[in-house]
């Protein structure tokens, strides 16, 4: 193939690569992936803002990457495009070869790292909720019941972004406007731990692009420690539960944490989750 026949299939593709990419944008609403409506919007679909913030890539690589411009593009950023977008399996296929990757055999296996023995122990924990994650907040690992009694869906991946995106999560906390400010206050604590680390920033910069509530309370420049703290949830099926939650760090993890959910006395928490306990939910990783 001659030089300027290469450069006409590239041209092609990042076209091609750009017109898929905003389609599968175009097609879904903010309701769709689990965030609040923020009224008009003078186009349809996800902003590209939103789409990085979920897929947990920062925004301009996002955006190179749907203008066919990214480099060293991997199949585990491609996959979490493809979860937020809610691709099938052909739609995936297709974002690989687009992207210059061979598509895998198989669908993506869950991200490891995390010891079996650690997995174990989140599940010999439920009904109780319990999850593991790294030192930027990403969930790594999760109990069988933190879905269904924390309000966490198949495309979280970092409690931060959670907290603040996630419309049924915000819609189980009856405390949660009380809650957010201290959030960001551990957020940048956690971040003044590792102050080389560029991460916390830009998982910081990229939530401020879609979130005016986290924007304000990021410019406050508060700052405060991880430790015990009481959590409510108001769930429609098993009513008004209120959770003691302990950080534990992972000596064989540096940095990874495990949040361990147990229910405050006198509360009907405990009683809650015994009538949960007879049924049968599946562990999710990842």
Same mark, same amino acid.
């Given at each position: 193939m001659s030089a300027e026949n290469v450069r006409a299939d590239s041209e092609r593709r990042r076209t091609e690569l750009r017109d898929f990419l905003h389609?599968?944008?175009?097609r879904l609403t903010p309701a769709d992936v689990g965030m609040p409506e923020a009224g008009r919007r003078r186009t349809p679909g996800l902003r590209r803002e939103e789409v990085a913030v979920l897929a947990g890539v920062g925004v301009s690589w996002y955006t190179r990457l749907e203008q066919g411009r990214a480099d060293n593009v991997s199949g585990e950023v491609l996959d979490a495009v493809a979860r937020t977008l809610r691709m =099938?399996?052909?739609?995936?296929?297709?974002?690989?070869?687009l992207s210059g990757l061979n598509p895998p055999l198989a669908p993506a296996a869950p991200p490891g790292g995390v010891p079996a023995e650690l997995h174990r122990l989140l599940q010999a924990w439920a009904p109780r909720p319990a999850y593991i994650r790294d030192r930027h907040w990403n969930l790594v690992a999760f109990g069988p019941?933190?879905?269904?009694?924390?309000g966490y869906g198949e495309n979280d991946h970092n409690c931060l972004v959670t907290f603040f995106t996630n419309a049924r999560y915000r819609e189980l906390q009856p405390e949660w406007a009380q809650a957010a400010r201290g959030v960001v206050a551990r957020f940048r604590g956690d971040a003044a731990r590792y102050p080389e680390d560029p991460r916390f920033d830009a998982i910081a910069d990229d939530l401020r692009?879609? =979130?005016?509530?986290?924007a304000e309370l990021w410019a406050r420049h508060e700052v405060a420690e991880d430790g015990q703290a009481v959590k409510a949830v108001a769930h429609p099926d098993h009513g008004d539960l209120v959770f003691e939650a302990t950080l534990l760090t992972v000596p064989d993890l540096p940095g990874y944490n495990m949040v361990m959910y147990n229910p405050k006395?006198?509360?009907?928490?405990a009683e809650a989750l015994e009538r949960l306990a007879a049924r049968e939910l599946p562990a999710r990783v990842g």
């Open positions: 389609s599968r944008r175009a =099938s399996q052909a739609e995936r296929r297709h974002l690989y070869l019941t933190v879905e269904e009694l924390l692009s879609v =979130s005016p509530e986290f006395p006198g509360t009907g928490t």
